[in-house]
């Protein structure tokens, strides 16, 4: 086996064994076995460690490989996006998790149950459920391939194989403390890839034999530092980019029952918001040295004459393999990716059980049910990961937000009605705007560039929440006067 299988495979097997150790002092610390430790950790979370602990479940490896890479293409741009989650945050803090708080709900869409009804209970349950798995699947995928191409594949182990070991070692340590476990493995995956991202700069750096300064000089320097683009044609125009990051953020944050499931293990509701201000905070700084990084490594790509990967996901694996950046940064790369293979499934899995079990069975109490819902999940995890890999194009962290758009919609449309409207629809029908809206933007998504010459961006999700609400606003039922009454 090459030197660097073997560093990469000792990090895999040491990272498990710690992140085990984590699991079981944090389980520990409370009753972890009941459905109320794993559905809200009894509620007793304080709230920094939620808050650093969200940090891996959304920037994860996905971002750690993506990002840089995608600074070729739309240079610094993204950061727009970036200046847009700011705000969105501070929309998921002050307007929903105040609902959620106020209703005492362990599921979120328990509330458009009690807005409309059981059908649009569970229809957004199910796009929460289509939704969380797609969006899993394609950031454990990213992070499965590495270490299959790089531990796996030199031992004759098929992808297949590689991917049910990943997802058999988080189902291992979710199991049985769900929401409780994970405050604490999610701190520690935060941590490992904090250090990864510091280690992999450090590396940068020294492969490029240059100080901090001549790297913002490097940086500052090169057409792909450009951060603003202001022609409104381009799908990476400000006001797109700005607006469509507010409401990535309230929908993949606010409306996903796996954020806000770690919101709700806080004690109360300031704290929740304090975690959610403060991690929203984070993602416009990392992002930012991810994308210089990312110039970094095309200027050390540059320099030595290596060939550009055909996609922009494997320019820092290249530059591993290719040992620019030193034969040590394997075990911060290792330790991020691994990280990344876990923080991205073991929230998901925890999250879509407790969907599962509340709003379709409507059975938080049994565990017995938990249990088997929670390995059913993985096993369907482990499907849509392996039909990702079939199927899947481009840019991964693209594709997810892609996916977001058609997916999330439909929740948009079916929070914004009952938030902003008093009044109250035929609940049957829910399922059918639900799925026309969606089908109706991808139709249009297709035919703009020929009608219109536009091209749609992420802004297709508010279109998308627009037509749902839309169609729930034409299922409205008619006032009940008071003479009607009597």
């Known amino acids: 086996m090459p030197l660097f299988s073997i560093i990469v495979l000792s990090t895999l097997v040491l990272y498990f064994l710690l992140l085990m150790g984590v699991s079981r002092w944090g389980t520990r610390r409370t009753d972890a076995t009941s459905n109320e430790a794993f559905f809200r950790a009894h ?14 479940g959304s920037i994860s490896g996905v971002t750690l490989i993506s990002v840089p890479g995608w600074v070729a293409g739309i240079g610094m741009t993204y950061l727009q996006m970036c200046m847009g989650y700011i705000l969105g945050y501070v929309a998921v803090a002050f307007l929903l998790l105040p609902l959620y708080y106020r209703l005492n709900l362990t599921s979120i869409y ?17 796009f929460f459920l289509l939704s969380k798995l797609t969006g899993a699947a394609a950031r454990l995928y990213l992070a499965t391939l590495v270490l299959h191409t790089f531990v796996a594949a030199p031992l004759g182990i098929p992808l297949p194989l590689t991917t049910a070991v990943c997802l058999l070692l988080i189902w291992a340590y979710t199991r049985r403390s769900g929401q409780a476990g994970l405050l604490y493995t999610d701190v520690f995956q935060t941590l490992m890839l904090l250090l990864a991202l510091v280690g992999i700069t450090a590396a940068t750096l020294h492969a490029l034999r240059i100080s901090p300064v001549e790297a913002w000089r490097i940086i500052a320097d090169s057409p792909m530092s450009r951060v603003f683009e202001w022609d409104a044609g381009s799908t990476q125009s400000f006001w797109r980019q700005f607006v469509s990051g507010i409401f990535i953020v309230i929908v993949m944050t606010g409306l996903d029952q796996d954020m806000m499931q770690k919101n709700l293990t806080c004690r109360d509701l300031p704290s929740a918001q304090k975690d959610m201000c403060l991690y929203g905070l984070t993602f416009l700084p990392i992002n930012a040295l991810l994308l210089a990084l990312g110039v970094l490594f095309y200027h050390l790509a540059a320099l030595h004459g290596i060939s550009l990967p055909a996609k922009a996901d ?12 030193g034969m040590w940064v394997i075990v911060p790369f290792s330790i991020g990716i691994v990280a990344a293979a876990f923080s991205a499934a073991d929230g998901a899995l925890t999250a ?6 509340i709003d379709f069975f409507r059975r938080p109490d049994d565990q ?24 899947g194009r481009g840019s991964i962290i693209n594709t997810i937000f892609v996916l977001a758009s058609y997916t999330y919609g439909p929740l948009l449309g079916l929070f914004f009605y009952g938030l902003y409207t008093r009044r109250q629809v035929c609940d049957r029908w829910v399922p059918l705007v639900a799925v026309l809206a969606p089908t109706l933007c991808l139709a249009l998504d297709h035919y703009a560039p020929l009608w219109w010459n536009y091209t749609f961006g992420y802004e297709l999700l508010l279109l998308n929440g627009a037509l749902t609400a839309f169609g729930l606003w034409l299922l409205r039922k008619p006032k009940v006067t008071a003479l009607a009454v009597r």
């Open 43 to 56: 509620r007793r979370a304080p709230w920094p460690l939620v808050a650093v602990g969200m940090i891996a």
């Open 352 to 357: 879509l059980t407790t969907s599962v079990c």
């Open 368 to 391: 017995r049910l938990r249990r088997r819902v929670h390995f059913v999940i993985a096993l369907l995890c482990y499907l849509c990961l392996l039909l990702f890999h079939a199927v």
């Open 314 to 325: 494997q320019l820092l694996p290249t530059l591993i393999v290719s040992g620019q950046l």
């Open 110 to 126: 328990a509330y458009l149950g009690q807005r409309f009804g059981l059908t649009a209970h569970r229809t957004g349950a199910l």
